[in-house]
């Protein structure tokens, strides 16, 4: 079992003969302002003699949408099969953080920083690091843009949007050029910049930061909106649901709550409500399904960390134990709330495919990723793989990597 002084001496290792090349960090700005990125062109991948952590040993999961093939990130990105557990294809650079475009012949990655974070008076400001967009079918590597991202996704439009220290930016993945973006201030002086409440895109685009929504020009469109649908159309404010602008109805189930999280489904025509009543001498947490006029559909059973299936039929559910070392995952029917599947997984990072089908995440107990079939409830381990590689002359990829495009091209999005 590694220790944490020796994951430490490890990374500081890989940090060290790294060679990646690095940008000066981007100036923090007086106010929140959008940004201007600017578009690398097209270039072979670096064949350059470097260390990179290329195995695939307890990393973060991003799911292809052919619902079979993970990329797992690990300081690098390694495509496999989870069918037959074979490497497809392996990110030739350091990368913390990936996801799959709609149609599964791209990969958005979020690289590695190159330069050392700075330690500020009550936080640390992190390096900026490059966004990029691997083309699978020539195996081509794009810069996007580059900032203090640290994840990245997909949504059911095709665009991808990379967040980080206050910073956000949403990018077209087929056009390779970010669509919108903002940067934050520094709540004090010499710190690291901030963007509170967390702010998130709609459609238009949009970008809903607090209770202000400002389009791709920086210029402010509208107040209060409390929580938009991905449309842009509905909301959920002052305990009541309606269209943008009104009238709201009422939401009795929202009077009790003093706290509340949604989650709308990709199509916006329903979401899950979790209202927690933490008065004095109270301690209670309801869930419900609630279309977006305002109809509640039923009550959800008793779970946390709802996620919509792409074609709005299923819900899934994932609640940790108390030590945050293995998971209950429960996958729901969207039409009734009653549970369809109900499985024990040893782990707490499980990442849901596209259509709910299966589930996969790194063990809790060791170096391996965890694959469950919600359908079956069988769960088995993909082994692990060697953690560092050197990289030279030789082209690191362990399959013709035409061959995966056209797989995971035809996948299902449901």
């Known amino acids: 079992m590694k220790t944490a002084s020796s994951n430490r001496q490890a990374a500081l290792f890989l940090w060290v003969v790294c060679s990646c090349s690095a940008a000066p960090p981007t100036p923090a700005p007086s106010d929140a302002q959008p940004t201007t990125a600017t578009v690398a062109p097209i270039s072979e991948p670096?064949?350059?003699?470097?260390?990179?952590?290329?195995?695939?040993?307890?990393?973060?999961?991003?799911w292809a949408p052919d619902n079979r093939h993970i990329a797992v990130v690990n300081d690098g990105v390694a495509i496999v099969d989870t069918n037959d557990d074979s490497v497809k294809?392996?990110?030739?650079?350091?990368?913390?953080?990936?996801?799959f475009s709609l149609d599964g012949k791209k990969l958005v990655t979020v690289g590695c920083a190159s330069?050392?974070?700075?330690?500020?008076?009550?936080?640390?400001?992190?390096?900026?690091?490059?966004?990029?967009?691997?083309?699978?079918?020539?195996?081509?590597?794009?810069?996007?843009?580059?900032?203090?991202?640290?994840?990245?996704?997909?949504?059911?439009?095709?665009l991808a949007t990379a967040t980080g220290q206050g910073e956000i930016?949403?990018?077209?993945?087929?056009?390779?050029?970010?669509?919108?973006?903002?940067?934050?201030?520094a709540d004090y002086e010499g710190g690291p910049n901030t963007l509170v409440p967390p702010p998130y895109f709609v459609h238009g685009p949009?970008?809903?930061?607090?209770?202000?929504?400002?389009?791709?020009?920086?210029?402010?469109?509208?107040?209060?909106?409390?929580?938009?649908?991905p449309d842009g159309k509905t909301t959920i404010i002052d305990r009541g649901i309606g269209p943008v602008g009104g009238p709201y109805k009422p939401l009795p189930e929202l009077a009790a709550c003093t706290?509340?999280?949604?989650?709308?489904?990709?199509?916006?025509?329903?979401?899950?409500?979790?209202?927690?009543?933490?008065?004095?001498?109270?301690?209670?947490?309801?869930?419900?399904?609630?279309?977006?006029?305002?109809?509640?559909?039923?009550?959800?059973?008793?779970?946390?960390?709802?996620?919509?299936?792409r074609?709005?039929?299923?819900?899934?559910?994932?609640?940790?134990?108390?030590n945050f070392r293995e998971s209950t995952l429960v996958l729901i029917?969207?039409?009734?709330?009653?549970?369809?599947?109900?499985?024990?997984?040893?782990?707490?990072?499980?990442?849901?495919?596209?259509?709910?089908?299966?589930?996969?995440?790194?063990?809790?107990?060791?170096?391996?990723?965890?694959?469950?079939d919600t359908s079956t409830g069988s769960v088995r381990s993909l082994a692990a793989r060697p953690s560092p590689t050197l990289f030279g002359e030789s082209r690191p990829v362990e399959a013709d990597i035409s061959s995966l495009v056209s797989v995971v091209s035809k996948g299902t999005r449901s």
């Open 46 to 62: 670096d064949r350059s003699l470097h260390f990179v952590v290329q195995g695939f040993s307890r990393g973060e999961v991003a």
């Open 89 to 99: 294809a392996r990110f030739p650079g350091c990368a913390t953080a990936a996801a």
């Open 115 to 158: 330069e050392p974070s700075r330690a500020t008076w009550i936080s640390i400001d992190y390096a900026p690091v490059p966004v990029s967009l691997w083309n699978l079918e020539d195996d081509t590597v794009r810069e996007i843009t580059r900032g203090r991202f640290q994840s990245v996704t997909v949504d059911p439009e095709g």
């Open 169 to 185: 930016a949403l990018i077209d993945v087929e056009q390779g050029r970010v669509l919108m973006s903002r940067l934050g201030k």
């Open 206 to 229: 949009l970008l809903v930061l607090g209770e202000t929504v400002l389009d791709p020009n920086g210029n402010e469109s509208a107040h209060s909106l409390g929580e938009l649908s």
């Open 259 to 309: 706290q509340t999280w949604v989650h709308w489904a990709g199509d916006s025509e329903k979401l899950t409500l979790e209202c927690f009543d933490g008065k004095q001498g109270v301690s209670k947490r309801t869930q419900f399904v609630i279309e977006k006029s305002g109809r509640v559909r039923c009550a959800l059973p008793p779970a946390s960390d709802f996620l919509w299936s």
């Open 311 to 322: 074609d709005g039929a299923r819900i899934a559910a994932t609640s940790l134990d108390r």
């Open 333 to 372: 029917s969207a039409t009734d709330c009653l549970p369809i599947q109900t499985v024990e997984g040893r782990g707490a990072r499980y990442v849901w495919s596209p259509n709910l089908s299966r589930v996969a995440g790194p063990d809790s107990d060791d170096n391996s990723i965890g694959l469950i």
